[in-house]
């Protein structure tokens, strides 16, 4: 009995993309040549992106990708301050005109809303990558307390976390004062283990961040609700100051701060939430937010509306990595049919537990449509359980 084993080991391994960001600690001149490096690639981002323009108004026609990178060379030997930064960061700067263009012609072809690619402002340009940090332009030194940069120089680095697998691209990019440097690692995915169970979940309205067919509720964490209050009060202080004072300009620098330290809880909130529905679940449905005619009522649903395109980014690329299934359905009528019985019926937002009509189910609302989601994949739950287990009013998911 023995030759079986070889067919089974020969399964092929699967690749991901995972981020890594580390913060830098430049000193004073390093500091001088990243914000030297970041001016020199958004000059050149906004030149080739004027003269794409002018192409285009002018004839119509358009400069192409190849097109302009021929031009770098030249301009390194022009513009010896070019020489200093490294000829693939600038190629990269070439690379993300092009792609705002492709964008922006993909909008014009979907007739949607299509605004023209624009002029960075200094505010508006923040990073610059290494596209082969893996080969050229990066490395990592000293056993990983220290990363060298083309034209900028070993720069220290605070390794909070390992660097997992092989490097394929670094960003540097800067955050109000910080300095930070992603790496883009290509990874090997480790599937968990297999998981029969599918779960649906809904959008929440607020303080939950979402509901799940089994009846969890994840609430939002607390500190953002502060957090919102404390920019709320920095933005009321920021539009008393004068133009153009000291006073404006620090409290500008307080808007900013706020305006990332929530960006940042929020991401790792999502993390948190995306993880824990990762780890248990081999199926996980929600709403497609693509869906042209997502009721308007469900987009005012709260504060944190802003952050599921995030979330589901994230819930999306764990899923990848953990050999899981996400799926995104239609969400009409999700909230308003009765996941027992089918009855349709319109709720007003504010009712959020209510007793069908017809089968006498008693249910909380964004269960119900988290029920509704997860049948919306072909994955029913048990409709009997739903019926003579009614537990749907929720129960407390913490995420600390
Ligand atoms: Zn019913």
Redesign the pocket.
Known sequence: MGGGCAIISARPKKMIRKAFKYRLYPTQPQRKDLERTLALCRQLYNAALQERREAYRKAGKTVGLYEQKRWLPGIRTELPEYKGVHSQVLQNVIDRVDKAFQGFFRRVRAKQKAGYPRFKGQERYDSFTFPQAGQTGVKVQEGGKRVFLYGIGSVRCRFHRPLEGKVKTATVKQEGEHWYVVFSCAVEAVPLPQSQEAIGIDLGTNPHFLVTSEGEMVEAPRYFQEAQNQLASAQRSLSRKKRGSNRRRRARRRVARLHRKIANQRKDFHHKVARRLVGRYGTIVHEDLNVIGLARSRLAKGVLDAGWGQFLAILAYKAEEAGRQVVGVDPKHTSQD?P????REKRPLWVRAYT?P????HQHRDVAAAINILARAGRAPDRRRARTEPAGMGTAWAVP
């Open positions: 009765c027992a019985c089918g009855y069908c017809r089968c006498g189910v």
